[in-house]
């Protein structure tokens, strides 16, 4: 059974940073695209970051020049490095594989809450 477990959420002030990671069992990270999604409550989950398995990353304009995505496959962990964080960006982010056609893997972990205040 494929998990998938999301860390690194707090309370920042807006200007802050902060490191995510997600770590999986029962699958590869290494043979894998790998994304982060965002969801803040009575919102869709938005895609807002992706590398895939040769390394490349592509960042939405929503969040570029201020997020970055990375994996050590080593430890089958991928990252989200975040700074100059915005109130916008409060939502709970979550990690998970996806297709060529960027449909999300069927399993989701629990995510991990990211608060910025004003």
């Known amino acids: 059974q494929v998990q998938l477990v999301e860390s690194g959420g707090g309370v920042v002030q807006a200007g802050g940073s902060l490191r995510l990671s997600c770590g999986g069992s029962?699958?590869?990270?290494?043979?894998?695209?790998m994304g982060w999604y965002r969801q803040a409550p009575g919102k869709q989950r938005d895609l807002v970051a992706v590398?895939?398995?040769?390394?490349?990353?592509n960042i939405p304009d929503s969040v570029k020049g201020r997020f970055t995505i990375s994996r050590h496959n080593a430890k089958n962990t991928a990252y989200l490095p975040m700074n100059s964080l915005k109130p916008e960006d409060t939502a709970v982010y979550y990690c998970?594989?996806?297709?060529?056609?960027?449909?999300?893997?069927?399993?989701w972990g629990q995510g991990t809450q990211v608060t910025v205040s004003s």
């Open positions: 029962g699958i590869s990270f290494s043979g894998n695209n």
């Open positions: 590398i895939d398995k040769y390394d490349t990353a």
């Open positions: 998970n594989t996806l297709s060529t056609w960027l449909r999300p893997g069927p399993y």
